[in-house]
C-alpha cells in the first residue's frame, strides 16, 4: 500500500513538474511564435510588370508561381493584383523588406544560351532552383539543383546533347551569372551549376533563377509595412476568451468526471503547454485559420478523455473493480480514439501537402494538435490517472457508475430526419441562386475572394500602425460599411494604403471627403485602385483539390478499417450534409466568405468525421456480439445510445470555447465564430441524427436486394 502511495506521490510530482517546466517554456516562448498578417502584420511589396500591358494569363501564372514562393517564408503569405500590371505580396510575421527582396531574388529576365549566343532555354522553363552541397571524395562542393519543366527537360536534353565539351551561359537581366561547361547530355530533367565558392553564392543564384523564371519581368516598385488586419485588440480578446473556455471547460470536465476528469484537466494543462512550445519550434505561422485548427485540437483532445471516460463508468457499472476498470476503459476506447484522430491526420496531411495559404495554415496547426492530442489522451492521463488511484483515490464513487441505458429510437426518426437536412439544404440552394439573380452574388464574397479597393493616401504626418488603426480605420469603416479593412504603412513616408471592398465612385468620394475633413489630407494626394482577391483561381482550385484528395483518402481508411465500403460512405455523405448546411446558413445570414470561411469549414469535416467514426466504433463492437434476436435496427439504437453522452458532452466543451470567443471577439472574430458554433451543432446532428440512419438504410437495402 506504502509502494502504491509512494509511486502515486512520485507520479503526480513528475506530472506537475513537466507541467511548471513546459508551462513556463510556453509563456516564455509566446513571444516567438510567428503571427500573421492578420494578427500581426508584416511586409508587402509591390512589383511592377516590365512589359506595359501583361495579358491575364501571364498576370495570373505569375501571381500563383510567386504564391508557391514565398511559401517558403510563410504558409499564409498573400499574393494578388493590383490595377492591370501590379503585383503585391504580403509576407506575415517579418519586419525587413530589404532581407526579404534579397532572399526572394532580383525579377528579370533569365535566359541560357549557347556560346554562339542563341537562346536555348528561358526562365519560364525552370520548375525549381536550389542551392545545394555535394560530397566526392570527402571535398564538399557548393552547387545550384535545378529541375526543368516537361518541355524545358526535353529542350535541355537536346541543347546539352549538341554542345557536350561546350559551354552553356546563363544569362540574367542582361548579365552572364554562370558559364558551366557540359560534360554528357542531361536528360533526366536535372542538372547542377558547380563552381560556388560557399552555401551562400549558390542560395543567392538558385534564388536569382527562381524569382527569373517567371512568365513576367518584374521591377520593384515599393515595399510598405503591413498592419494587422484584426489588430492587438483581436490578440488580446482571443487570449482572455481561450483561458475562460478553459477554466469553463476544466470544470465541466471535473464536476461531470469526478477523479478521471481532473486526470483531464492537468493533461490538458500539458497540451496547451507543449502547443505553446512546438508552435515556436516548429515556426508555424499563426493565423485566425490557425487558431481554429487549434481549437479543433483541443476539442478531440477532449473527446479523447470523455469517450475514455465514459467506458470506465461502463466498466464499473457491469461489476468490475476500479483498477480493472481503467485498464478496460483506455483499451476499449482505443480504437475509437485511433480511427478518429488517424483520420482527421489524413485529412490534415493532404491538405497541407496540396493546399496554400490559408488551408496549409489550418492545416499545419490542425496536424500537430492531433499528433499531441493522442499523446495527452492516451499516455499523460492515463499515468496521471493511476498516480491518483495509488494515492488512494479508488473508490467507485470517485469514477462514476454507468449502467446500461435503454436504447433510445434514433432510427424511428431517420425519415423526419432526412426531410429536414434536405428541405435546409435546398433552402439553401435557392436562396443562394436568388441572390445570384438579383446581383448581390450568389454568397457574400469579401475582398479575399473577389478583390476590392486600394486607396492611397499621404497624410500630412507620420501615423503609426496603432493611430492608423484607433484613428483612420474607424472612419473608413463609417464611410464603407466594410468590417474587414485592411492597411499598409509605406515604409519611411506619410503614406498610408488602405484596402476595402470594392467601392463605387460615389463611396470613393464619400471616403475622399472623409479623410480630408478628419485628417486634413489634400484630395489629390489620394488615389485609388481596384485589387483583386488575394485567393487567386489556382489556390481555389488548389484547395478543391486538397478536399477532393482528403475525402477519398478518409473514404479508403474507413473502407479498409471498417471492413465494410457503407461505414466509409455514410461518413462521407455525412460530412457533405454538414457543409451544405453550414453553406446555407452562409447564404441565409450573408456571413462574409473569406479566408476564415475555407478553415471554419476544413474544422466542420474534422470535426464531423471524428464524431461519426466514435458512434461506428460502436456499430462495429456490438456486430460482433450480435445476436440472432436483436434487430439491426436495434444494434444501431443501442450504438448511438451509448455514445449519446459522449456526443452532448464533447460538443459542449468544444462550443463552449468558441461562444466565449463569440462574445469576448472583435467583429471579424465574431464572423468566424459565428458558423463555427452552427457547424459544431450540425456536426453533432448529423453523428447522432444522420450518419447511423445512412449506414442502417444502406446494409438493409442491400440485404433486401
Not at 498578417?37 to 512589383?47: M, P, Q, W
Not at 470523455?306 to 461489476?319: D, P, S, Y
Not at 473608413?476 to 519611411?492: H, L, M, N, P, Y
Not at 479508403?556 to 478499417?561: D, L, P
Amino acid at each position: 500500500m506504502k509502494s502504491n502511495k509512494r509511486k502515486g506521490i512520485i507520479g503526480l510530482l513528475i506530472t506537475l513538474i513537466c507541467i511548471g517546466v513546459f508551462g513556463y517554456f510556453g509563456y516564455d516562448t509566446m513571444d516567438d511564435i510567428k503571427l500573421g498578417l492578420d494578427l500581426a502584420g508584416g511586409v508587402s511589396i509591390t512589383y511592377q510588370a516590365v512589359e506595359e500591358n501583361p495579358s491575364s494569363e501571364e498576370m495570373s501564372d505569375t501571381i500563383y508561381k510567386l504564391q508557391q514562393r514565398v511559401q517558403n517564408y510563410s504558409t499564409e503569405a498573400e499574393v494578388y493584383q493590383e490595377g492591370s500590371n501590379r503585383i503585391n505580396i504580403d509576407i506575415p510575421g517579418v519586419s525587413d523588406a530589404n532581407a526579404i527582396l534579397e532572399e526572394l531574388g532580383k525579377p528579370g529576365s533569365l535566359i541560357f544560351v549557347d556560346e554562339s549566343g542563341n537562346t536555348i532555354l528561358t526562365g519560364d522553363q525552370v520548375a525549381s532552383a536550389k542551392a545545394a552541397i555535394q560530397e566526392k571524395n570527402g571535398q564538399k562542393s557548393y552547387v545550384v539543383s535545378l529541375t526543368f519543366t516537361e518541355e524545358g527537360a526535353k529542350t535541355f536534353a537536346d541543347a546539352t546533347a549538341k554542345n557536350i565539351g561546350k559551354r552553356i551561359g546563363i544569362i540574367y537581366d542582361g548579365s552572364m551569372v554562370s558559364y558551366p561547361t557540359v560534360n554528357s547530355a542531361i536528360t533526366g530533367g536535372e542538372c547542377y551549376i558547380d563552381g560556388m565558392q560557399d552555401y551562400d553564392e549558390a542560395e543567392n543564384l538558385a534564388a536569382t533563377i527562381r524569382i527569373g523564371s517567371l512568365s513576367l519581368e518584374l521591377e520593384e516598385l515599393r515595399s510598405n509595412v503591413v498592419g494587422a488586419k484584426l489588430g492587438q485588440e483581436a490578440i488580446a480578446t482571443s487570449l482572455k476568451a481561450g483561458a475562460i473556455g478553459f477554466g469553463i471547460v476544466a470544470v465541466f470536465m471535473i464536476a461531470v468526471y469526478l477523479v478521471p476528469g481532473l486526470a483531464s484537466v492537468l493533461a490538458l494543462c500539458l497540451y496547451v503547454a507543449l502547443e505553446l512550445v512546438l508552435l515556436s519550434a516548429f515556426e508555424v505561422t499563426l493565423t485566425l485559420p490557425g487558431i481554429a485548427g487549434i481549437i479543433l485540437s483541443i476539442g478531440m483532445a477532449v473527446d479523447a478523455n470523455v469517450i475514455i471516460f465514459t467506458r470506465i463508468k461502463e466498466e464499473i457499472g457491469v461489476g468490475k473493480t476500479v483498477k480493472s476498470a481503467i485498464k478496460t476503459g483506455f483499451s476499449k476506447a482505443l480504437s475509437a480514439i485511433i480511427d478518429g484522430n488517424v483520420t482527421t491526420l489524413i485529412a490534415a496531411v493532404v491538405l497541407f501537402w496540396r493546399g496554400s495559404g490559408t488551408v496549409k495554415g489550418f492545416a499545419s496547426t490542425l496536424a500537430l494538435g492531433i499528433v499531441l492530442s493522442m499523446f495527452t489522451a492516451l499516455f499523460v492521463t492515463k499515468a496521471i490517472l493511476s498516480a491518483l488511484y495509488n494515492l488512494g483515490l479508488d473508490d467507485p464513487k470517485f469514477y462514476g457508475v454507468s449502467k446500461e441505458k435503454k436504447a433510445i429510437n434514433f432510427l424511428g426518426k431517420k425519415n423526419l430526419c432526412f426531410i429536414i437536412s434536405c428541405v435546409v439544404i435546398v433552402a439553401g440552394w435557392v436562396m443562394m441562386g436568388v441572390h445570384g439573380a438579383g446581383g448581390d452574388g450568389v454568397l457574400n464574397y469579401s475582398m479575399e475572394f473577389k478583390g476590392g479597393t486600394s486607396t492611397n493616401v499621404t497624410f500630412n504626418e507620420d501615423m503609426s500602425l496603432e493611430d492608423i488603426s484607433s484613428k483612420v480605420v474607424p472612419v473608413v469603416i463609417k464611410v464603407t460599411g466594410d468590417a474587414e479593412v485592411q492597411t499598409q504603412k509605406v515604409t519611411g513616408t506619410n503614406e498610408v494604403i488602405i484596402k476595402t471592398k470594392t467601392l463605387s465612385v460615389d463611396q470613393r468620394q464619400a471616403l475622399n471627403d472623409a479623410l480630408v475633413e478628419n485628417f486634413g489630407v489634400e484630395e489629390d494626394k489620394i488615389t485609388a485602385e481596384s485589387i483583386s482577391g488575394a485567393v487567386s483561381n489556382e489556390m481555389k482550385r488548389d484547395a478543391i483539390a486538397a478536399v477532393i484528395i482528403a475525402t477519398i483518402c478518409m473514404l479508403i481508411y474507413i473502407w479498409f478499417r471498417f471492413k465494410d465500403i457503407r461505414f466509409a460512405t455514410s461518413a462521407v455523405l455525412a460530412l457533405l450534409h454538414d457543409v451544405l448546411v453550414v453553406l446555407t446558413f452562409y447564404a441565409a445570414a450573408r456571413w462574409s466568405v473569406g479566408s476564415t470561411f475555407i478553415a471554419c469549414m476544413l474544422t466542420i469535416v474534422g470535426y464531423s468525421i471524428n464524431a461519426t467514426i466514435v458512434i461506428f466504433d460502436r456499430v462495429r463492437e456490438n456486430l460482433k456480439v450480435k445476436t440472432n434476436k436483436q434487430s439491426l435496427a436495434d444494434l444501431v439504437n443501442l450504438s448511438i445510445t451509448q455514445t449519446f453522452t459522449r456526443s452532448i458532452n464533447t460538443s459542449l466543451t468544444t462550443v463552449v470555447m468558441v461562444i466565449v470567443l463569440f462574445i469576448m471577439g472583435v467583429s471579424s472574430v465574431r464572423e468566424f465564430a459565428l458558423p463555427l458554433i452552427v457547424g459544431i451543432v450540425c456536426g453533432t446532428y448529423s453523428s447522432v441524427c444522420i450518419t447511423g440512419a445512412l449506414w442502417y438504410v444502406m446494409t438493409t437495402h442491400k440485404k433486401e436486394k
